[in-house]
């Protein structure tokens, strides 16, 4: 047998309290490799179209890939896959830190839980053991705490616990899953956990995960250090963080009110400058020689004291472009909110921008907000929002659903200005100002995801296939396509999207099949036929939903609203000509945005053919 | 030197990031150059206002990006990309974030 895989899947019910095991299949190895291709595989097999994602029948697939906990650096990612209550579509959400190597740990290369369970639990999964324990005084209980009594409770404090938060509890459609601070947070996995009654899966084990070929996986791994130490990404992660804010700000794409303008000089309050003189520590996740988190503290002004592990980029963006003022503590406070109630910062940051625009035109008026003043430049309401949203109370309620679902409430012509793609609010680049970076934000089948398929040509210059102009419309779908494509190869074995900029194919391929010694592994081109397989595989698992180009749309602000001054004046997203080349490029129906069928024969993708373009 | 292009001049915003802050002192300023100048006559101005550590901090920064009103100067000439009245030029070293 392979190396890399613990070739075991655990199977739990929760309506009626059982778990079965299964090996993996040989066919789902060489066809989806692991991590994102198992997700897709998994969740388009067991789930039947139409479902409620509340409903028992939903399920929330936890994958380890075959690289975590063998050496191979940046590949301790968890992910969740689950039908999701945001976008009613495909989705899958991914977190650092420890959990997916104890997962491994423990023998297990996915965990897929279905059903309901009739009282609050948590699972405990220990080795061969699998327990359904009482959860309900854990119940309402934040995200540090409910870690922490666990790991009391199964007196062991190696223990890994992958929990939601209140946010989880209360059904908010962008409640994530947390482990050890680290959130897969976005497409409202918490909900469906939430709704399962499961406030978290806890898991500790003892096994080795086996190496197939010993000599060529350290080879593999001498490579992979050895381009991260070439790699000026790599000094610049270690040293400073995620903090992006300086790129965007100088590309004009530091989306600010709502994306209606670019930031003036406040963005200089938000460099990583200023953050890093608030740091107290640095952060790693398992098996990461990056190590790009940190612990910061506030150290004056009226947020003084508070701390958090972060925050990364589009959470210090999240609280301050969408309200339009740049209150380093606030940002901080925000993030330790958010993690510490199990929100995903983009959706809940974008969603008070919505609100505090609503409120400007007159939409909503103090009576909607629980009396809360939301005018641009009063920050203090915002801590009190998010407690807000995460408990369900009051206007909170509102703001729990998200931007998409409030503009149906509101109306009012607000739908133009909620900046959402598929119900998913839009992250922290303006795509006006980076064509291929909108264009996967646009088509991506879980909304506006930017780790979907990363525009690292437009944004950090990368010239890989080739240099691109980020104002350019032709040739941006073969772009796209090739950002799309890279991230599914590479989260295969689910290496983190930062590493994949400094990890190449070749090298990636090599750490593949040196750790589980799949011949077809070493292939590169093998690899990239994968990842589109599993693009289009996701593709059809909304198709089947009723998924099709008209879903594929931008905001209308996006689409007609020129970028009013900055380094990207004057850049509209060019929805129409820029959906039409990239599908062109990936050969889909043009009309639909659906893969043909001769697409899906290509790919091995037969058994979806009853959904494919006419 | 070539900084005698024309008798015209223009004023163009600088912006430095990392290192370069340290060897410039600054974040930000606006210098003259002549009409027609390009990056290469920038970083030529630099240097002679900075003397040789602007050359070498600015080298010793793997994948530095010069950018043109936000665009990326490998894009638009090298170093013979031409800059305008009151644009503006970023050093940029190396960012990714997310």
Redesign the interface.
Known sequence: MQGGYMNRILRVDLSNRTWTTEELDEKLIRDYIGGRGFGAKLLYDDLKPGIDPYSEENEIIFIAGPLAATGAQSCARFEIYFKSPQTGGYFQSSGGGFFAPEMKFAGYDAIIIRGKSEKPVYLWIHDDKVEFRDGAYLWGLGLADTEQLIREELNDPYVRVAAIGPAGENLVKYAGVFSDRRAAARGGGGAVMGSKNLKAVAVRGHQKVPIANNDLFQQALKAQVATYRENPTYEMMHTTGTQASELTAVLGMYPWKNFREAPGPEWEKLQASEFNKLRVRKMGCHNCMIRCSQITKVLDGPYKGVWSEGPEYETLWSFSGPIGKAEIGLTVLADRLCDELGLDTISAGQSIGFAYELYEKGVITKEDTDGLELVYGNIEAVPKLIEMIAHREGFGDILAEGTKRMAEKYNQGSEYYAIQVKGLELPAYDPRGAKAHGLNLATSPLGADHNYGYGSQELFGVPIPRPVDRFAVEGKGEITKFNQDWAAFTETGILCTFASLMTGPDVFSQLLYGATGVEEFADPNYMWVVGERIVNLERMFNAREGFTRKDDRMPERIVKEPLPYGPSAGQVFQEDALLDDYYAARGWDRVTGIPRAEKLLQLGLDFTLDYAAQ | MTMQLSDAVMLVNV?Y?GHLREVTSK?KEAVELPSGATVGTLIEFLEDKYGPEYRTAMDA???L?I?I????H??LGGMDAPLSEDC?V?F???????
């Open positions: 912006l990031f974040d920064i793997k994948g990006r950018l009103d936000g665009r990326d490998t894009l503006t970023v940029l070293p190396p960012i990714a974030g997310g």
